[in-house]
């Protein structure tokens, strides 16, 4: 994969050169040219190909995302020239011939197997989860108003609307969701940690069960984002109860495949019965606030 990035990207410059500037290549240049692309196309598609499924799903996702970006890049960068007039070579030329070097540079930081894939993914996840949380956070402190920053407008005039406000009753059950999402934080932080330090791609077996694990993992990083969506003004309790129900079932579903699975030796399991029960005493708080909508 390594040597086929490489070679598509030195044709990438080639293709680029020959139409920097005039006078026009020649038919037949042209048609040795393109078929060095196409040849540097093919190979790349080919090696992602011969990469087993047995490898891991999530390793072969990676390597194929990495391998489409190239692909992408160079009809980009084919568009770019024909659609281009051959005085001088062009800004969009000069972007689109950068665009595959980037994407063919990808390759070094590909994870080499589906142990590394999935730390990856877990890791991306985490950030997602992390940002969410942060700006939560940000909007519970920065007062009773959390569209200040955004509807200072003098045409809307004075802004008593309750509608833009937290209600004592609203925080009371926003807390809890904010500890629901604490916890995914602490779950996905946690389970990155021992793919990192148990994790193996030696057998099917652990090679599925890390699949399985970062299959469950991503669902969380959208179900946050839902539930921090519904926590905002005017609050719709019975909304957030949904939305939190939904997370702390993922979250749930997460600790689960984690204990079964051998990144999880009896060493660990503490965390897992711990986060275990946070995640039911958050969701038990936020049942007890929403009674009433029901």
Not at 49 to 71: C, F, H, I, S
Not at 125 to 133: E, F, N, R, S, T
């Amino acid at each position: 994969l390594d040597q086929t990035f490489k070679a598509t990207s030195q044709e990438a410059t080639k293709l680029s050169l020959a139409f920097s500037r005039p006078p026009p290549t020649s038919a037949e240049d042209c048609r040795k040219l393109s078929e060095d692309v196409q040849n540097a196309i093919l190979a790349v598609a080919t090696v992602y190909y011969w990469l087993p499924k047995g490898q891991g799903t999530t390793l072969r996702k990676m390597v194929r995302d990495a391998t489409t970006e190239v692909v992408e890049g160079m009809i980009q960068l084919t568009e770019t020239i024909l659609s281009a007039p051959l005085e001088s070579l062009s800004q969009e030329q000069l972007i689109s011939t950068g665009g595959v070097w980037e994407a063919c540079e990808q390759v070094s930081n590909l994870p080499r197997d589906n142990q590394a894939a999935v730390a990856s993914a877990l890791a991306a996840c985490l950030g997602v989860v992390k940002d969410a949380l942060e700006e939560m956070e940000r909007a519970l402190v920065e007062g009773q108003d959390p569209y200040s920053d955004i509807m200072e407008d003098e045409e809307l005039g004075f802004r008593g609307n309750r509608d833009t406000y937290w209600s004592e009753a609203d925080r009371k059950l926003l807390s809890s969701c904010m500890g629901l999402m604490k916890a995914s934080k602490a779950c996905l932080k946690k389970v990155l940690g021992v793919v990192k330090a148990y994790g193996k791609a030696d057998s099917p077996e652990q090679i599925a069960q890390l699949d399985d694990l970062a299959d469950i993992a991503n669902e969380i990083s959208p179900s946050v984002d839902e539930l921090a969506l519904s926590m905002y003004p005017p609050v719709n309790q019975l909304a957030v109860r949904l939305n939190a129900a939904k997370l702390a079932s993922v979250l749930k579903k997460v600790l689960e495949i984690t204990k079964t699975s051998h990144v999880c030796p009896p060493s660990e399991e503490g965390w897992v019965q711990f986060l275990t029960g946070a995640v039911d005493h958050n969701m038990n708080k936020i049942k007890n606030f929403t009674q009433g909508q029901l």
